[in-house]
């Protein structure tokens, strides 16, 4: 037998592909050349097989080795094709038997004394393998507790190279080596466990926080430093309810490919939360990378909380890359080896400085910055991306009659049972539609809800006549308005209602 056959996974985004990994060994002189679109990554793979085989005791075939990556039009990637490329190559030189590894599908990365390594994006492969009806799976220790969260996978968690072919009837011994961990992979941000109570003052602030979880809404908070904005958008995962379980395996999925994944807690149950610096650059913040991209703090705060600290301090090539997520709920990325699709659907929390030198509060008596060093500072949050953010609130320094009513503050656990409740109220209107938070519901079906009686909505048209709102922000407002219903209890808004959503995304300039 001189053609050996089995399966790999190839990732575009989150969207797998089965391919077929065959090694043909011709009787001429010894090359290995491997062909398919591989990368550069992928391209190495011929040495560290090589290294691999001879270091598990196998003898390297001395023939003229073609490995295929088939469809050959499909761009292959990254190290996980190493083990299936070594499998392929063993069983068409006979060393292990051909039939034993035609239909499985064989994922990891090897190092060159033969260990295999864990590799990122193990769920979305396994899953993509499964529903293609290859549900045996062989990956590297690291990754099998990851892979088992995937059902009807029939996974076997392999050290090296050695155990894998003695599976498969090679005659060699196995040495007991030891596992190669998940160490080297990338920490994910878990989310932060701090309570609301610890928060001091900020009762208005505190108020958008709730309505920004019960509906999902995008929020800005403007105040001077040391006012509280970056404790509360710190304690805004906590108010999140659980994710259910279509959107942790989604969740999952995005932090596995990212290489942020921890298989030993299973999986992702609580809405991640990422506070990126003020320095990062566009492809770290939407992704971006050699080759396929990988995903960025945008697509991994999916389903949770995307917070940047000093928004007015990142570049405005950042801030206008999350227009796209920020409407359609996914990042599409071109690049030269093809596009990747993330998912993006998170909540934007944006905290800023009056100025720059952040003591333009009341009346700005003890700021130092000019108007036009004002107006510089706050340019950088566009029209278009302010648009986009329902919620847009005055945070004023702490006052020391609020810090002696410290002490009755709400705690997490207080607030996120009303946001729970309210939620619930979205739930039941919104069953049977593709929606889940009034966040996601367009104008339209808010406002044919909303009956012909326009007094409800008078204070919306003169906003709207003054050039306060443009049409999407008084949809956005009407969403707000939705919300303070269901957290009071209410099948529906009232003039009051709307009155307050529009104070909380004019930040009090419709009553100026």
Same mark, same amino acid.
């Given at each position: ?11 575009r985004g ?11 060994l011709a009787?001429?002189?010894? !090359?290995?050349?491997?062909? +398919? ?11 560290? $097989? ?17 490995v ?12 996980a ?16 038997? @051909? ?8 994922? *990891? ?17 396994? !899953?993509?393998?499964?529903?293609? *009806?290859?549900?045996?799976? %062989? ?5 099998e ?17 050695a155990?894998?072919a003695?599976?498969?009837? !090679? ?17 994910g941000s ?20 709730? $309505?920004?979880?019960?509906g999902?809404?995008?929020?800005l908070?403007v105040?001077?430093?040391?006012a509280?904005k ?21 969740v #999952?999925?995005?932090?596995? $490919?990212?290489? #942020?994944?921890?298989?030993? +807690?299973?999986?992702?149950?609580? @809405? ?15 992704g &971006?990378?050699?080759?396929?991209p ?7 705060a ?9 928004? @007015?301090?990142?570049?405005?090539? %950042?801030? /206008?890359?999350?227009? /796209?997520?920020l409407?359609? &709920?996914?990042? %599409? ?25 952040g003591?333009?509060v009341?009346? &700005? ?17 566009? &029209? ?7 919620? /847009?609130?005055?945070?004023? @320094?702490v ?28 739930s ?6 593709? =929606?889940?938070?009034n ?5 339209? =079906?808010?406002?044919?809800?909303? +009956? ?7 204070d ?21 308005a ?8 209410? #099948? ?21």
């Amino acid at each position: 037998m001189t053609l050996g056959r089995t399966l790999g996974v190839s990732l575009r985004g989150l969207t797998g592909h089965v391919v077929e990994v065959e090694a043909h060994l011709a009787a001429s002189l010894p !090359a290995f050349t491997l062909v +398919g679109l591989p990368d550069a990554a992928l391209a190495e793979a011929r040495d560290r $097989v090589r290294a691999a085989v001879t270091s598990s005791g196998l003898a390297w075939p001395n023939r003229r080795i073609t490995v295929n990556l088939s469809p050959a039009t499909l761009p292959k990637s990254g190290s996980a094709f190493d083990l299936a490329i070594a499998v392929a190559t063993l069983a068409g030189a006979g060393l292990v038997r @051909p039939e034993a590894v035609s239909g499985l599908v064989h994922l *990891g990365e090897l190092g060159l004394d033969g260990r295999l390594r864990p590799v990122r994006g193990v769920l979305p492969a396994v !899953a993509a393998a499964v529903q293609a *009806g290859h549900a045996d799976v %062989v990956v590297p220790v690291a990754n099998e507790a990851e892979a088992l969260l995937v059902p009807g996978a029939r996974v076997v968690g392999a050290r090296s190279l050695a155990e894998v072919a003695h599976r498969y009837g !090679a005659d060699l011994d196995v040495p007991d080596v030891v596992a190669v961990g998940a160490e080297h992979l990338e920490p994910g941000s878990s989310g932060p466990a701090a309570d609301l109570a610890d928060v001091l003052g900020q009762d208005e602030a505190r108020v958008a926080l709730e $309505v920004a979880a019960a509906g999902g809404h995008h929020l800005l908070m403007v105040g001077p430093p040391g006012a509280g904005k970056t404790m509360l958008a710190a304690r805004l995962p906590g108010l999140l309810p659980d994710l259910t379980e279509a959107e942790a395996v989604e969740v #999952t999925a995005v932090h596995s $490919v990212a290489g #942020t994944f921890d298989p030993r +807690g299973g999986l992702v149950r609580r @809405p991640p939360y990422e506070d990126p610096h003020h320095t990062a650059t566009p492809a770290s913040i939407v992704g &971006g990378g050699s080759g396929v991209p990988r995903p960025g703090a945008a697509s991994r705060a999916h389903r949770g909380v995307l917070f940047m600290d000093e928004a @007015p301090e990142f570049s405005t090539a %950042v801030l /206008q890359t999350l227009r /796209q997520p920020l409407e359609h &709920g996914e990042l %599409v990325l071109h690049r030269a080896a093809g596009v990747a699709r993330y998912p993006a659907r998170f909540q934007l929390v944006m905290a800023a400085n009056p100025c720059p030198c952040g003591r333009a509060v009341g009346k &700005g008596l003890d700021c130092t910055c000019r108007s036009e060093q004002r107006r510089r500072y706050f340019s950088k949050l566009s &029209g278009p991306l302010l648009d986009r953010v329902d919620l /847009q609130v005055d945070v004023q @320094p702490v006052s020391r009659a609020a810090l002696a009513r410290a002490s009755a503050a709400e705690s997490t656990a207080t607030v996120a049972a009303r946001v729970a409740q309210a939620r619930a109220a979205q739930s039941e209107r919104l069953s049977g539609t593709p =929606w889940r938070t009034n966040a996601d519901v367009p104008g339209g =079906w808010l406002r044919a809800r909303l +009956g012909p009686d326009r007094r409800l909505v008078v204070d919306l048209d003169h906003a709207f006549d003054r050039g306060l709102l443009s049409l999407r922000g008084v949809d956005r407002v009407l969403r707000v308005a939705w919300t303070l219903a269901d957290l009071a209890g209410r #099948t529906a808004p009232t003039r009051t209602d709307v009155g307050q959503a529009l104070l909380l995304r004019t930040r009090g300039q419709a009553t100026t």
